[in-house]
Each structure stands twice: as structure tokens, then as C-alpha cells.
């Protein structure tokens, strides 16, 4: 087992936290607890009213990290306000017997963590519900105030609510509508400079042509390098069910593989229309070809483009499936016909580069078509790639969820974890008879986090703030006994600044300053001594214990081992379908050989995909994050794609040489073993005993006497460009280990 090297954690722009956001929200969250809260207890006298009018905002505002603009999370807040209402009723029913609320705990922490199946915004706004549950679930058990609270709570929601749209509110974010837009309109412009029209401004910058090709390549992968989930909002990221989201991310990998390809031929070939240095008339014409399918390619990035930015899919068009088949048909006479008219080597293989990018820009249309519409349509084309396409909603929200109802799901694992020390803490406080034990699940809800030692982190240093929290409270408690104006006076400001400082200093000074803010609140509810501060330690190093024990017992690592176990398997499937395809392609006779099955690819390429997104919404995650995972999901649906792409076009007439078909065998074998060697070093293994790294600029050995048939050199292409692609993630798995 290879030990990973120490990671130093760097804060980089991206991550670093947004200070005026913060105090905003602060702000907002401050504004509308303040305005529920001090009318209730000092206009009508409704103190339960008035603890829930103050802890609706909190839970959405402070707990629930709902992300999106200001518009965006009220709308998520005004949808979650019927749930919590109902959790609120549940709590208050259950509060009469600790083993009935102890099993609704596990009901309601398991449901609303597994929500996180949903995407991003359930997954947000499901600690703000599930602390609605907790305060109503303990004693005294009084039916009667049900009203009292459901009052309070919908007036807190719609208060913050309303903050969230009018009181300074959160900027929306580029929608991921907009990024795909502009990584496809650059794609179009690649394409089309690559056809031999005019480059893209700036694209050479003064460098020779060599330099200016491989600059250019690396602006075009960095441009794809945008899709990738760490640099988008999490309230944009495509990670719904649904079937606009699965179409999206699949338009998303598509556009990245078709930037990817266009560098690959920026690398290593001139503009394909550019016909001077050809050296027969067989290679001048094949280029042409060439030209106009890579012109067509741009048109179809730029219409996609457009219908992305406008929200208007364009209509079905048979344009590009017409011109593929056109193309491919033309390679076929050119490979079967007088040998003069066969063109060279290189010529076929920019030809082999061109239809690979019009397969992108066919899956890449196609899906972005499916995302704008949105409604079920009927198969589409391979239907193992849009097998959604034509699925009803209720079945792909089923598919997902129980495509994680694993033990290898980290959604699961977060669930059950959280269920556990959530039912815990109840027990524990209910059996002990707590005072506000309430705030010993608090303790286990905020303090917890997918990996131990990530806990212990949190959990070290919200002990030591709420030990200096809960002197300062004690002390205030005790000098300013009764007078609850003071109170009064002192709780807005420290709303304030525990809002707002706590999440730009850390778990301690929130932990500090929140146990003043409750001091406070609850001083003004109901006489309280220097003993409410007391208590408070008692709960919060009560629910840290429960939270650490639980964070190591279960699934300590979070999603970083399992990201990793998870791609390892998605490669470790991958090379078998290798062999499988080419061996489908080279088979004697033609067509002989059934098509290999990419179940068990599709499989764990879901798990791996949800790990990915459980990852990304992690914090800390340190070395893990370097490494770019979503260029393994790539390289399997580059895999998938070459599966129901190459056989269409590529099952030859004639049969495959003896001889070249055992050179395209060997030559998959060792891709397929490359795929292993990644695989284990994925997997945190020590991969010295697998082959030697490819390089990435390595061209598969030449073959003097192969017959120019399409399929060769097309299977050529493919298994080049994912060789390079999976040397860039072996060097991206090893800088990030």
C-alpha cells in the first residue's frame, strides 16, 4: 500500500470565504429573526411563537447552506416551508415518549440526508428541516402549542424569505446553461479554425506555429476545464435526476470531449483544409471532405450555443447524421477503390480525428436538445447513452434512488451516519433528562462531518469556544439577572456578529458567540440563572462525543476513499470493453461477433459519478480535489461512446488482415492494461508492477503494410486519444497523491 504523501491545505481565490457575502446574509438572517422574535415576546406574549419565529431564519439562513442567488434560495425556502411545518406537527406528536421520538430521529435524519440524491439545494436545505424535528421533539410534550409553533416558524421563513430578495440580496451566479454556452461557442470557433478558416483572435500570440498549436491546445482544454464541478456554483451544477440535469451533464462530458479531441488535432496537424502540402489529388479531395464536415461541426456548436443562451432548443435536424454518413461513405470508396485514389496515412488519420469530433458534436447536440425540452421523447440513437431520453420521471427519480441505496453509496453512508448519531443524541439526552438537550442534537448537526478527522477538527475547536461562550454568558447571566431589556439590548448585535464572524474565523469563535446569542433568546422566554450556560457545555461536549464516535465507527473517510474506489472500478470495467469492442471490430467474418454488453460500465460509472458529487460538496478535501475526477468520467463515456459509435459506422465489408487485426488486438490489450495500472494507482495501490506511464504525445507504433481500411485507422485514433487521455489523469491522480 503506497502511503500518501502529507497534503498542505492552501486556500486558493476559489475558496477562500466571500466576506461581503457573509455579512450580507448575516445581515439578512439577523433582520428577519429580530423582527419574528422581539414582537412575540414583548407585543403578544407568545414565547413559543417567538422561539420559532427566531429559529426558522437560523435553521435556513445559518444552518442550511441553500446555495444560489437571493431569489433562488427563498424559492427553495418558500418549497421546504410545507415539509418543516410537517416535521414541526411530527416532533410535537412524538415528544411524549423518547423511544417514539428516538425512532422518528432515525426516520427523519436518514430521509433527509439521503435527500442529498436530489442535488445540491434539498441537500442544502436539509439540516434547517431536520432542526425544526429536533426542537419540536422534546419535552414538554404539549399538543396544545402546535399552533403557536407552525405560526411562528411560517412567519420566521417568509421573514427571511423576503430579506433574501429585497435586503441586499445575493447576486445570481452564470448559470450552467451559460458556461456550456460559451465552452461550446469555443468549440464552434476551434472547429471552425481547424477547417481552415481564419484562427481565433489571440490564438497564436506572436509564438512560431508549433507553439501557437500547442498554446492554442491548452486554451481549449482549459476552457473545458470550466465544466468541471469545482469551478462551478453549487446551485449550477447539473445533479438532479431529472431528466433536464442528466441530459446537461451528459452535453457537459460531450462538449469537454470535443474540446479535448480539437486540441489533440491542434497538436498535431495543420488546418485539414488547408491543402497545399498535400501531396496527391486523393489527399487534396479527402481533406476537403474533411473541411466541410468540420464546418459543419461549427455550425452545429454555434446553433447549440445559441439555443443554450436564448433557452430555445432548435428543432430536430438530420444535418450532421447526413453528413457523417456522407463522409464515412466517401472513406469507404476511397479505402476500396484504385490505389492512386487512396489517400496517405496522416490524411486518414485527420479524417479519423474529424469523425470523432462530429460523434461529439452529434451526443453534444442531441443532449443539449433533450435538456432545453425536457419532456420524454422517443428513443433516441445509441439508446444506451439517451436511455432517459424516453423514460418517465418517476422512474429516473427511482433509478436514483435506489441506485444508492448501497453500503458503496457515500450518500447512503452520509445518511445512515447521521441518522445514528442524530437517534443517539436523542436517546442519550431524553434518557438522561437533559436540560435543553435540544442543543446536544444541535452539537451533533453542526459539528459533524464525513471524515473523523475532520470532525475532531470541528469538534476541538467548537469545545474551546463554547467554553469561553459559556463563561461570557454566565457572567452576564449573573450580573444582569431579570433585567431582561438587556437582554433584549444585547441580542441583535450578538445575532450579528456570531452570524457573521463565526463563519469567517471558524468553528470556535461561532461556537463562542452562538452560545451568547441563545443565552440571551432564552433569558427573555423564561427566567434563567448562570446554570443556562452550564448546561449548554454539558450539551454541546455531550452531542461532540456522540458525533466523534459516530464519525469513526462509520465510514470514517468520507467520499475520499470512496472516490477513489470508485473510479478504480469504473476503469477496472473499462478495460475489458476495450478488448471486447476491438475484437468486435476486427472479428472474420464481419458482423460475427455480438456487441459487447456496457452494463456493468454504466453501473459504476453512477456510483462513481455520486461519489464525484459527494466529494465536491465536502469541505477540506484537500489532495482529493487536485486530482481531476471528472476526466475519468470522460474517459468511460469516451468508452461508451467508441462502444455504439465505431461498430455503426466501422463494421468493414471486407474482412480485417490477419495480421492487422492481431496488431489492433495488442494493441488494446495494453490500453487495457494501462486502464489497470491508473486503476490501482486510483485506487491508492502501488501500481510499480504494472506497465511503464504512457506518455501522452505517444503515437501508437506505425504499421507499414496495413490496408487503409476506415476501421483501422478509426480504432487507431480511438485507443490514441484515450491513451492520452489517461496519461493526463495518471499524471493528475499522482500530483494530487
Not at 487512396?342 to 443539449?368: D, K, N
Amino acid at each position: 500500500m503506497r502511503t500518501a504523501k502529507p497534503h498542505r491545505r492552501r486556500l486558493t481565490a476559489a475558496h477562500r470565504p466571500d466576506r461581503t457575502a457573509i455579512v450580507h446574509r448575516a445581515v439578512r438572517v439577523t433582520t428577519a429573526a429580530s423582527a419574528g422574535f422581539y414582537p412575540f415576546v414583548y407585543g403578544v406574549d407568545e414565547p413559543a411563537t417567538a422561539l420559532y419565529a427566531l429559529f426558522g431564519p437560523v435553521a435556513f439562513g445559518i444552518l442550511s447552506p441553500i446555495p444560489g442567488s437571493g431569489r433562488q434560495r427563498a424559492a427553495v425556502m418558500l418549497r421546504a416551508l410545507p415539509v418543516g411545518l410537517g416535521l414541526v406537527a411530527l416532533g410535537t406528536m412524538l415528544a411524549a415518549h423518547t423511544w417514539a421520538a428516538v425512532a422518528g430521529m432515525l426516520v427523519v435524519g436518514f430521509v433527509l440526508t439521503f435527500a442529498a440524491v436530489a442535488g445540491p439545494r434539498p441537500a442544502g436545505a436539509a439540516p434547517g428541516l431536520q432542526l425544526f424535528y429536533i426542537l419540536a421533539c422534546f419535552p414538554p410534550y404539549e399538543p396544545g402549542a402546535l399552533g403557536s409553533r407552525l405560526a411562528g416558524l411560517t412567519l420566521g421563513v417568509l421573514l427571511l424569505a423576503a430579506c433574501e430578495v429585497f435586503l441586499l440580496p445575493a447576486p445570481p451566479t452564470t448559470s450552467y446553461r451559460q458556461s456550456l454556452a460559451g465552452t461550446i461557442a469555443t468549440a464552434g470557433s476551434a472547429a471552425a479554425a481547424a477547417a481552415g478558416a481564419e484562427p481565433p483572435d489571440g490564438a497564436t500570440g506572436g509564438a512560431e506555429p508549433a507553439e501557437a498549436g500547442v498554446g492554442w491546445a491548452d486554451r481549449l482544454r482549459e476552457s473545458g476545464h470550466q465544466l468541471r464541478l469545482s469551478r462551478l456554483a453549487p446551485a449550477e451544477r447539473p445533479a438532479g435526476a431529472g431528466r433536464v440535469d442528466r441530459a446537461l451533464a451528459q452535453a457537459g462530458t460531450a462538449a469537454r470531449r470535443l474540446l479535448d479531441q480539437l486540441a489533440r488535432l491542434a497538436q498535431t496537424s495543420p488546418p485539414v483544409g488547408a491543402a497545399a502540402g498535400a501531396r496527391t489529388a486523393a489527399d487534396a479531395g479527402a481533406d476537403a471532405a474533411s473541411a466541410r464536415l468540420l464546418g459543419r461541426v461549427a455550425a452545429v456548436c454555434g446553433a447549440t450555443a445559441t439555443a443554450l443562451s436564448t433557452g430555445r432548443p432548435q428543432p430536430p435536424s438530420p444535418g450532421l447524421e447526413v453528413a457523417i454518413r456522407d463522409f464515412q461513405a466517401l472513406r469507404v470508396t476511397q479505402a476500396t477503390g484504385p490505389h492512386q485514389a487512396v489517400p496517405s496515412v496522416p490524411v486518414l488519420r485527420r479524417q479519423a480525428a474529424v469523425l470523432a469530433m462530429a460523434g461529439s458534436a452529434r451526443i453534444l447536440e442531441t443532449a443539449v436538445r433533450v435538456g432545453l425540452d425536457g419532456r420524454r421523447t422517443s428513443p433516441i440513437p445509441p439508446r444506451e447513452l439517451f436511455w432517459y431520453a424516453d423514460v418517465n420521471a418517476a422512474v429516473l427519480w427511482w433509478r436514483r434512488v435506489a441506485g444508492n441505496l448501497t453500503l458503496r453509496s457515500v450518500v447512503f453512508q452520509n445518511a445512515v451516519r447521521t441518522a445514528l448519531g442524530l437517534g443517539l443524541a436523542r436517546l442519550v439526552a431524553g434518557s438522561l433528562d437533559l436540560a435543553h438537550g435540544f442543543w446536544v442534537l444541535l452539537a451533533v448537526l453542526t459539528l459533524g462531518r464525513t471524515t473523523a478527522g475532520e470532525t475532531w477538527t470541528a469538534v476541538r475547536s467548537a469545545l474551546a469556544g463554547t467554553l469561553v461562550g459559556a463563561v461570557a454568558a454566565g457572567t452576564l447571566l449573573l450580573l444582569a439577572g431579570r433585567h431582561t431589556d438587556v437582554y433584549a439590548a444585547l441580542l441583535a448585535p450578538a445575532m450579528l456578529a456570531a452570524f457573521a464572524l463565526g463563519p469567517l474565523f471558524g468553528v470556535a469563535w461561532a461556537q463562542a458567540l452562538f452560545t451568547l446569542v441563545v443565552s440571551a433568546a432564552f433569558a427573555q422566554i423564561a427566567p434563567s440563572s448562570w446554570q443556562l450556560a452550564e448546561d449548554r457545555i454539558v450539551d454541546v461536549v455531550t452531542g461532540s462525543v456522540i458525533g466523534l464516535l459516530c464519525g469513526l465507527v462509520a465510514w470514517p473517510a468520507g467520499a475520499r476513499r470512496e472516490v477513489r474506489r470508485t473510479m478504480a472500478a469504473l476503469l477496472n470495467s473499462c478495460g475489458p470493453l476495450i478488448t471486447q469492442l476491438v475484437g468486435v471490430l476486427v472479428t472474420t467474418p464481419p458482423r460475427g461477433a455480438p456487441l459487447p454488453s456496457t452494463l456493468p460500465v454504466l453501473r459504476r460509472l453512477r456510483l462513481a459519478e455520486a461519489a464525484y458529487l459527494q466529494l465536491r460538496s465536502e469541505p477540506g478535501v484537500g489532495s482529493a480535489a487536485a486530482v481531476d475526477w471528472h476526466a475519468v468520467l470522460i474517459a468511460a463515456n469516451h468508452i461508451l461512446l467508441g462502444v455504439h459509435w465505431l461498430p455503426r459506422f466501422d463494421l468493414p465489408a471486407p474482412a480485417v488482415p490477419p495480421a492487422a487485426a492481431a496488431s489492433a488486438r495488442t494493441t488494446a490489450d495494453r490500453l487495457a492494461l494501462t486502464t489497470d495500472r491508473v486503476a490501482a494507482l486510483c485506487a491508492d495501490e502501488d501500481p510499480s508492477r504494472r506497465r511503464p506511464a504512457l506518455s501522452a504525445n505517444r503515437a501508437p507504433p506505425d504499421v507499414p503494410d496495413r490496408p487503409p481500411l476506415p476501421v483501422l485507422i478509426d480504432l487507431e485514433y480511438w485507443l490514441g486519444s484515450l491513451t492520452a487521455q489517461l496519461a493526463r489523469i495518471e499524471a493528475s491522480v499522482r500530483q494530487g497523491s
